[in-house]
């Protein structure tokens, strides 16, 4: 088949989030099982200057309308492995930044049009590059305008240019929602903007743009798919959720292999197997060292990654900082976003240097680290479409903590409650109920046998993107 994928994030190009791994890893599948895959991707800064787009081809120029102006712009491509193409629209004003979305206080004012331009650009390449898509998958909301401009340009020059559109919903709380005076920067028909349109509570949402014209509709895992038509999920989206009920399908996110692996990952000062846990012995020494701990530490190492985001619980870990002060324990956490969490969870480092230790910007090497070398891996996300570090986790033997919410709960099973098949401890997202989490693992934790038991089950599993893979290609079949 002929699959574009559109996204805002791609591993190792251009990463916030999930999105980045998720998308890379299904295109390299997909790839690897001889479709013609292409990605589009915004030409951000980081991606124009990473050395795999060195020799990017200059395809096409763009005359993008918007409202009632056009933009020029352009598009390169490159292809970093057989069978699959990375094409970048590009337009210096919009794209040439340090970072996606905003300049880490808020969003980028102008983010509306740069994602419509994006949207459109890709429309323009389909129709003047002639690739005749089979699927057009969409991802998330910067995506999401994509199925609707596709059919209206479809429309006003008489062509097709995919057969079928596919939406993922990789987070409902990020939905692209911008005054109506955007909608004009579209060009879609007026009647568009309606409550069975784009409009929403007098706002264009581009998220709901996906959901309801794109012909199939998927998450990230099959928990969230029915969460999200929740009012307590939905975040707002879910009535737009509930009226394609019938076609939104979970489909679990894999670990992808050839970055996330123990025993070849490059990022690590020692690789370890399932069957050989020497390299772990040290690279949680190399983690203790790099927190500025004792390398001979012996007890119960917590880690955690995440963006400091409400979605990911960090409150309820700062609402239990006194375990950590209490306990003979280290937690070593690597984040940033949220400043007030980070304060806090500075503010807690700072206090305890003997304990806590925080690294708070990107760091690839330091999130391997912490997944290899820490014992427990610390995840109570009050809603999570999918997740991926409680999946890394049981891979590199690190028992995850995480909450009873979307993908996590499909993807752990709680070892008390569990005992037989378990491979992390699980609690309610509130705080008292991770409370109770942590000291289940101290417990678990002082009771060896147990604790290697939960972690070789852990190990044991097969996360790999080989199944959800399948699962789209079954998908994009059906529709097709
Ligand atoms: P989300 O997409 O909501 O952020 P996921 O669990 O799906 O959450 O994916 C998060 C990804 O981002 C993981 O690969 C994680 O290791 C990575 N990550 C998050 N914060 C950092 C950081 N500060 N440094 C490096 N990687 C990070």
Known sequence: MKIVHVASELYPYIKT??????????????ADHDHEVSVFLPGYRAVVDHKDAAGAERKLRLRIEMGDQFLSGDVRVFSPRKNLKVYLICREEFFDRRAPYGNGERDFEDNSDRFIFFCKGVVETLRLADLQADVVHCHDWQAALLPLLLRESERRHRVTLALKTVFTIHNIAYQGLFPATTFARTNLPD?????????YYSQVNYMKGGILFADRVTTVSPRYAREIQTPEFGCGLDGVAQTRADDIVGLLNGVDTAVWNPATDALLPATYSRADLRGKAVCRAE???????APGFTGPVFGMICRFAEQ?????????????????????????GDKRMEAEMRALATAAPDKVCLTAK???GMSHLIEAGSDFFVMPSLFEPCGLNQMYSQVYGT?????????????????DEFPATGTGLMCEPNAAS???????????????ARYTAVQQRGMARDFSWEVAAAGYEQLYRESL
């Open 362 to 364: 990107l760091d690839e």
């Open 312 to 336: 990911k619980g960090v409150d309820l870990v700062l609402a239990n900082k006194d375990f950590f002060l209490a306990n003979d324990c280290r937690f070593v956490v690597l984040g940033a």
């Open 399 to 415: 028992v995850p903590i995480v909450s009873r919410v979307g993908g996590l709960a499909d993807t752990v099973a709680d070892a």
């Open 191 to 199: 009647e568009l903007y309606h409550i069975d349109g784009l409009e």
């Open 434 to 448: 991770l409370r109770q989490a942590l000291q289940r693992a101290l417990g678990l934790f002082a009771d060896r």
């Open 17 to 30: 989030g999930g999105l980045a791994d998720a998308v890379a890893a299904l295109a390299g599948v997909l």
């Open 287 to 293: 983690l203790l060292k790099r927190g500025g701990f």
